[in-house]
């Protein structure tokens, strides 16, 4: 059981960083969801379910939806127009 968690806090420790450096606002959002996901685990392997449960609601779940909101509302995730589906005549 003590090399599971080791693994999980190595993995907690490699998303933590790479969220940090990355520079892709997107990317670095589904590291994070990658990241609570890990917590998740963790909670439910020292057996605290309703951490757990937090934890994969709140922090996968709203807090993800609210950062692609934001990234929507800062334009930061690009559309396609009707204009590049078109065929060049």
Do not use: R
């Amino acid at each position: 059981m003590n090399f599971l968690i080791l693994i999980l806090l190595g993995f907690l420790i490699v998303c933590a960083l790479s969220v940090c450096l990355n520079k892709n606002l997107l990317t670095s959002i589904v590291i994070f969801m990658s990241y609570s996901v890990i917590m998740c685990i963790i909670w439910i392997v020292l057996e605290s379910p309703d951490l757990a449960i937090t934890e994969a609601a709140v922090g996968a779940g709203v807090t993800s939806v609210l950062f692609f909101i934001t990234l929507k509302k800062i334009h930061a995730m690009k559309e396609e127009s009707d204009d590049e589906n078109k065929p060049q005549i």
